[in-house]
């Protein structure tokens, strides 16, 4: 069974970086489509970022774009993502997810992904 942990959330200062890791054990990721999805207070879940399973094909949303970056690292069952240029409006617990689908494609919508992890927390704050 596919089981996702999350890392490398912490609080930092507007215009600052983190980079957040999904650690999978269990079973391989080379199957799955990966997301990165976040979840403010009030808020629904949203999707940030995906990558395909073979790395060829991404997404961002508009609100990251250019200031995210997923990669990933299949020899080390891992998944990332480099958040720069952090905002306030970044605050946010963030996800990792898996999705077992056709290779040259992601999701970027909750719905598909059935493997989460349990989440990190985002603060961006002065």
């Known amino acids: 069974q596919l089981q996702l942990v999350e890392s490398g959330g912490g609080l930092v200062q507007p215009g600052g970086s983190l980079r957040l890791s999904c650690a999978a054990s269990?079973?391989?990721?080379?199957?799955?489509?990966m997301g990165w999805f976040r979840e403010a207070p009030g808020k629904e879940r949203e999707a940030v970022a995906c990558?395909?399973?073979?790395?060829?094909?991404?997404h961002y949303s508009d609100s990251v774009k250019g200031r995210f970056t997923i990669s990933r690292d299949n020899a080390k069952n891992t998944v990332y993502l480099q958040m720069n240029s952090l905002k306030p409006e970044d605050t946010a617990v963030y996800y990792c997810?898996?999705?077992?689908?056709?290779?040259?494609?992601?999701?970027?919508?909750?719905?598909?992904?059935?493997?989460w992890g349990q989440g990190t927390q985002v603060t961006v704050s002065s």
């Open positions: 990558m395909s399973r073979r790395g060829s094909s991404t």
């Open positions: 269990g079973v391989s990721l080379i199957p799955y489509a």
């Open positions: 997810a898996a999705d077992w689908t056709i290779p040259t494609m992601c999701h970027m919508s909750v719905s598909p992904y059935d493997s």
